[in-house]
């Protein structure tokens, strides 16, 4: 499983968050604890939104060990910025940069959108309602073949029909579905939306809440949700998220407004 974050605001604050993934990535205690070693060195990537222009990255290199693309990102980090960042550890699907994440997809109902995950979902399930072919999609991951279901189910990146399939697409979770995903429609609006969900039974262990749990952080100038292995890195004012808690956030050019609604 991974490492993530998704921060709307100053990019000033953005740039402690981004090093506390660098650092989340190199060495997790939480993911440690669990008995998977201490990195998320499966690749990496992100989207930014800065200024009407959207640059996506996606390296097979560990974050950790990936300086240039790093210091280049770090520069870009000014003004108002929308940043959303992943950090693999391969659960499912073949450890090779066509899985890093995030993916990027275009909706034949006229929307881009990028998304990135954290956790398993069953993905036969997926390809079921998705109406997928399993042996062409034999390689890829869970989150690839979900985002190919958004492609084929979603109608629009509206709050009413996104909820509405990604409750659809929660009931297939196996352990995580910590999701963010970043749309633009055809009129050039962008939105986000992120999801904060566990299965009981994998938050009955807590040593697994404790890995998969995912933070807020919220004022007038940022809104960040991050994994919980940030918390070791940057001190902030942190407070988790509820289980099953989502946020679809309107994305303006200098602005967001954030609406929380139940997964």
């Not at 869970?142 to 958004?150: C, E, M, N, R, S």
Request: with cysteine; proline share 3%; hydrophobic share 35%.
């Amino acid at each position: 499983m991974c490492r993530v974050m998704f921060a709307a605001g100053d990019g000033k604050r953005i740039r402690p968050l981004l090093d506390a993934l660098v650092r989340s990535s190199e060495n997790d205690p939480y993911k440690e604890r669990r008995g998977r070693g201490n990195q998320h060195r499966d690749g990496w990537g992100y989207v930014l939104l800065k200024e009407g222009s959207v640059k996506h990255y996606r390296s097979l290199r560990p974050i950790f060990e990936d300086d240039a693309a790093l210091g280049s990102l770090r520069e870009e980090l000014e003004g108002f910025t929308v940043l959303m960042a992943h950090t693999r550890a391969a659960s499912q699907g073949a450890r090779n940069l066509f899985n890093v994440h995030p993916f990027a997809f275009s909706s034949r109902h006229g929307f881009t959108f990028w998304l990135l995950h954290n956790g398993d979902l069953d993905k036969g399930r997926i390809m079921e309602l998705a109406e997928l072919d399993g042996e062409e999609l034999e390689n890829v991951s869970d989150t690839y073949a979900f985002a190919t279901y958004l492609c084929r189910r979603l109608p629009s990146p509206s709050l009413d029909d996104v909820l509405e399939q990604y409750r659809i697409i929660n009931g297939t979770m196996k352990s995580l579905f910590n999701t963010v995903t970043l749309f633009q429609d055809s009129g050039g609006r962008f939105s986000a939306f992120i999801t904060a969900s566990m299965s009981e039974k994998y938050a009955g262990n807590p040593l697994n809440y404790d890995y998969g749990r995912l933070l807020l952080i919220e004022d007038k100038d940022l809104f960040a949700v991050t994994s919980s292995t940030f918390e070791l890195y940057h001190p902030a004012d942190y407070r988790v998220i509820p289980n099953g808690t989502a946020f679809y956030v309107r994305l303006g050019e200098e602005d967001f407004d954030v609406e929380t609604v139940r997964l």
